[in-house]
């Protein structure tokens, strides 16, 4: 990696920290749904404690800009803003579904990868990826929201990560999907990767201009009692 970077996820039910900093690389990550708020700064602040570090002197931080649950997502955004602000650092936001296809392309050794995340409401946040021949990972298709039966059958096996699989295992089973149990929830660590080529090529941003990317209509979606 190029750059000191901070990264922080807490879109799902996992919070997810990742540091990278002077060659040493630092990860955190812990499923605690509806603590996010509590554990986030603290946890930061042990990270930047354990690396020697001061946030002043990482080069930027990335955050996952989401879909997920829409009350992480916005705790991920703001955190990310505040220490920003507060440091005078450029931010870059992370897909959550491209970060989980990064980590099955890295871990499983495969080239395509279906990432979805259990959206609530009977729907599912979906995006299909694919390793170029440059080693670069490229979205097939845009990212969307939609019903368990709008998932494509594949014809030969494709592996597929995120919680999606786990809520409607029928869907995977019928649309010829390769589930992969180790990889349910996004990770810090690979946005790292994916936040590092974001610097290389200069798609920062200001803290002021930082963007959650919700994928579905706030305002048609209503919240089940305890869901997020």
């Known amino acids: 990696m190029k750059h000191n970077l901070l990264a922080i996820d807490a879109s799902t039910e996992a919070l997810s920290l990742a540091l990278h900093f002077n060659g040493q690389t630092y990860r955190y990550f812990e499923e605690c749904p509806q603590q996010h708020s509590q554990k986030i700064l603290p946890q930061i602040e042990r990270m930047l404690g354990s690396a020697n570090c001061q946030l002043k002197e990482l080069d930027g931080i990335v955050f996952g800009r989401g879909p997920g649950s829409f009350t992480g997502v916005r705790i991920s955004v703001a955190i990310a803003q505040g220490l920003a602000y507060s440091s005078k650092l450029p931010l870059v936001g992370v897909s959550t579904l491209e970060a989980m296809a990064l980590q099955a392309i890295r871990e ?61 295992p029928q869907v995977a089973e019928s649309n010829n999907l390769m589930v992969s149990d180790k990889i349910c929830l996004p990770d810090a660590f690979y946005m790292l990767e994916l936040g590092d080529d974001a610097f290389t090529k200069g798609l920062t941003v200001k803290a002021a201009d930082a963007q959650p990317h919700y994928v579905r209509d706030t305002v048609t979606w209503k919240k089940l009692p305890g869901r997020e």
């Open 108 to 168: 499983l050794k495969v080239e395509q990868v279906l990432s979805g995340i259990d959206a609530r409401m009977g729907e599912i946040y979906l995006a299909q990826y694919e390793m170029s021949n440059d080693g670069s990972l490229t979205a097939i298709d845009d990212e969307v929201v939609c019903s368990p039966e709008d998932v494509k059958h594949y014809d030969s096996a494709i592996s597929a990560v995120g919680t999606a699989w786990q809520a409607y």
